[in-house]
């Protein structure tokens, strides 16, 4: 296990911006892409940064083990006591990404035993670098430190959620939304769990909601809007973790009232 996390952000921080450069080689260049099944889908990028990601971190971090997007088995029950273990999403938003959208991430964590203790999400075309280790009392984006937003109503509040690429997930996302609209100021999907997540810890959105996360969605930005003063809920009713599939992420004002929608 590792306890000196300082140094170790700042490794992987280095890492994300090496790996949102080689991302960015293949937007210039252009790409292929291959079906994951249904509607999913993966890039040559996606395939490339996740290689490059677990090669240098298992040179930096000997007996590192990893849980990422495009190596992960089908079921993750084997991971939950893990230590050293690596989630990673090379990167979150491919539909974005390949559509030329700046809102995608890479998105690192280090977990132990189903709780992130450091996480980076980089999203390279905005040069935004969003940080947090356990140790540290604060999220910081480019080294400066974050906190949720102030909104105190639903009336006011900002609320992002995306598509589950399982259908039975869109239909339960369809019911939540039915409830949910009347009372809130705006709804956007934007196809990042990670980079929302992230916007929820820097206070530019006010609540974030998703069934159907897999934890290299949320690992690092879970430990980031934590430390930056979210509240985070599992829409499950069980005490959270990077392996909850439904969670509710808020900037801990607004909870009161709209929790209650997803029950």
């Known amino acids: 296990m590792i306890t000196d996390l300082s140094p170790v952000t700042h490794q992987v921080t280095e890492v994300a911006k090496a790996a949102g450069d080689l991302a960015l080689t293949y937007l210039a260049k252009g790409f292929t892409t291959h079906s994951k099944g249904g509607s999913d889908f993966a890039t040559e990028a996606d395939d490339a940064v996740d290689a490059y990601l677990r090669k240098e971190l298992s040179q930096k971090f000997p007996g590192s083990n990893f849980l990422t997007e495009e190596t992960a088995p089908d079921e993750f029950v084997s ?44 999203l390279p075309l905005e040069q935004k670098l969003y940080s947090a280790d356990k140790n540290d009392g604060s999220a910081k984006v480019n080294d400066l430190s974050i906190r949720v937003s102030q909104v105190g109503t639903l009336q006011e509040a900002l609320v992002c ?4 690429w399982d259908l039975d997930k869109r239909t339960v996302t369809h019911k939540a939304l039915a409830k949910i609209l009347p009372h809130v100021r705006a709804v956007e999907c934007r196809g990042s769990a990670a980079s ?68």
Do not use: M
């Open 161 to 164: 959620c995306d598509w589950s």
């Open 79 to 122: 991971f939950i006591e893990k230590e050293n273990l690596w989630v990673i999403d090379p990167i979150d938003g491919t539909t974005n990404f390949s559509r030329g959208s700046s809102h995608f991430a890479i998105s690192i964590a280090l977990v132990e035993k189903g709780k992130s203790v450091l996480g980076v999400v980089y």
């Open 196 to 263: 929302d997540i992230a916007s929820v810890a820097s206070g530019n959105i006010d609540a974030y909601f998703n069934y159907g996360l897999k934890p290299w969605d949320c690992a690092a930005a879970l430990l980031i809007a934590e430390k930056a003063g979210a509240s985070i809920v599992s829409l499950q009713g069980n005490e959270w973790s990077v392996f909850s599939p439904d969670l509710l992420v808020t900037n801990g004002k607004i909870d009161a009232e709209l929790h209650p929608y997803f029950l």
